[in-house]
């Protein structure tokens, strides 16, 4: 049998401490992914900014916390495979909170029927140029999808080599 000394002890409780608060980090992350107190107009200018200076696309991805399917997609937006595709764009997260009427001016704006369900993706030029909305919400039925589709999407609508 083993003997565990009081030192040993204390940095097994750290260890264990440590990986139970990146977990509870990256649950709290996942939860939290339409923040309420964010300035959605203020997100997409920062993104054009920085689509501009790297040749990207700004990718808005209409959506809200309660919404599993809008999880669905992030979730699938951060798998290895999607890397090479993800980083054309500019990812910003458009909160339509918890009536589903916060910004709708901003659904308007770029053509996003909401009605149709969220997840729903609108691809932008970095001068805020609409490329592409999605009409029939395509993607809120995220949980049932083929991430293949998520993947086609994305390089379908990206930039253009230049």
Known sequence: MHH???PGLLILALLFSVCVCRQISAQEREANLYPANVDARAEIKEAEDHAAKEHKRVLLVFGANWCGDCHVLDRAFHRPDFASAIANYEVVHVDIGDDGKKNNDLAAQFDVPLKKGIPALTVLESDGKLVV????GEFENARAMNPQAFLDFLN???PQAQ
């Open 133 to 136: 909305s999605q009409k029939g």
């Open 156 to 158: 379908k609508w990206k």
């Open 4 to 6: 565990v000394t009081k």
